[in-house]
């Protein structure tokens, strides 16, 4: 399964919902 998220008009591409969760909470995007 491979996640495509566009954030700021950039896209990432993670292969789980972990590893989205891993950069969200290193962009501090999610309050």
Do not use: P
């Amino acid at each position: 399964m491979i996640l495509s998220v566009k954030l700021f008009d950039h896209v990432y591409n993670f292969s789980s919902l972990k590893e989205v969760m891993a950069k969200a909470n290193e962009k501090k995007i999610w309050r």
